[in-house]
């Protein structure tokens, strides 16, 4: 199996060709999680994997977002994640509790210790309750009010972090330009618990099936789960999964999924992704997306500094987003030449991020 092949694979089980998925919550739910750092950037991730309609725009899909469609919270790794309202309860049990211990040395550099951890949830479940919902600065003044000191900068930032991944809090509806905090139980609605047997099985099938072909370590980064619970996860999901040995290294993927049918990417494909896109920005090994002629793939979206352009499954260059009262200028930066028939797909994915802010594109382009 080639790298292109692989490729191929992953824009497919990624969502990002074929039919499209119904509805947002659909998306993060395929993943298991969606790494969202970048808000916008991530609701563009997901209107890609949707079909074209009035909903699928940047202002429809943050209004999905504060409605509670889908869930913005601290979960694998840690980072923001969007997660699916019925998931949002068995995956932070699962990864909570090791991604809790990674954070233990920083909350001893911070001055946070055990005694001031097992009290934040009670003081935010008693300010925030009956779906009372706070900006960062208001949780910081509840916790000083309630005797926790300096509840502020990152010490409040981890203090916030823990009450997400005990599955307490999450973001609420955004306040104009501020993110705002609510308790889980006021948003989401009640679920029934898993086990950690069944839920380390679903979070990995959920992982191959949109990831794959993955490497254990794959998902063992991108979950902050350890390899060998990843290799349980896999043994538990049985025929769920195919193996294949590609290069002395074992990927795995949803059985069936590692050979996309022909003409599953359409020729000359050129997308527009955002810098922490679930295709890019979820593998310890990048090699399979990115040419010889780029520099080493963990490096290229810090030599950019940008989103990444992706042409037939690998990575060409970057992008950056200015928008503007009365137009969005994108502009490209290719490190690999495209021809004029990929340059007309590139201009169609411009003009499709367009739509999606609800404004003209300039498109600047600085080929190599």
């Known amino acids: 199996m080639t790298n292109r092949a692989i490729a191929h694979a992953r824009l497919r089980n990624s969502r990002l060709v074929g039919p499209p998925l119904a509805t947002p ?7 298991g999680a969606v790494q969202s750092q970048d808000v916008p950037g991530a ?6 994997r949707l079909g074209p309609g009035p909903d699928t725009g940047l202002d429809a899909l943050g209004g999905a977002l504060d409605a509670g469609s889908f869930v913005r919270t601290h979960g694998p790794r840690p980072t923001w994640h969007f997660l699916a309202p019925p998931d949002v309860r068995w995956i932070l049990a699962l990864v909570g509790p090791r991604v809790q211990a990674q954070n233990r040395s920083m909350n001893g550099r911070e001055g946070i210790d055990e005694a001031t951890l097992r009290r934040v949830p009670g003081i935010l479940r008693t300010a925030l309750a009956g779906g009372v919902a706070m900006t960062r600065p208001e949780l910081g003044a509840a916790l000083t009010a309630a005797g926790v000191e300096d509840a502020r900068g990152l010490r409040l930032g981890l203090l916030g972090m823990h009450a997400e991944l005990e599955g307490v809090l999450c973001n609420g509806p955004r306040r104009g330009r501020q993110a705002t905090f609510m308790l889980v139980d006021d948003l989401v609605p009640p679920a029934p618990p898993r086990s950690r047997p069944d839920a380390l099985r679903e979070l990995t099938i959920r992982y191959f099936r949109s990831h794959g072909p993955a490497l254990a370590h794959d998902m063992a980064w991108w979950s902050g789960l350890t390899v060998g619970t990843v290799r349980e996860g896999i043994a538990s999901a049985g025929d769920a999964l195919e193996g294949r040995r590609i290069d002395g290294k074992e990927y795995w993927a949803a059985a069936g999924a590692f050979d996309p049918e022909p003409g599953a990417v359409p020729a000359r494909h050129v997308l527009l992704l955002p810098n922490y896109d679930e295709y890019l920005g979820s593998f310890v090994d990048y090699s ?3 040419g010889e002629s780029l520099p080493k793939a963990r490096t290229v979206a810090d030599v950019l500094g940008t989103h990444i352009v992706v042409r037939d499954g690998f990575v060409v260059g970057g992008w950056r987003r200015s928008l503007g009262r009365d137009a969005v ?7 690999i030449p495209l021809t004029s028939r990929e340059i007309a797909s590139l201009e169609a994915a411009a003009d499709g991020y367009g739509q999606f802010v609800g404004l003209p594109v300039r ?6």
């Open 329 to 335: 200028t994108v502009a490209v930066t290719l490190l």
């Open 25 to 31: 919550a659909d998306v993060v739910g395929w993943f």
């Open 363 to 368: 498109l600047r382009l600085a080929e190599p």
């Open 288 to 290: 399979p997306i990115f």
């Open 43 to 48: 609701l563009w991730g997901i209107a890609q």
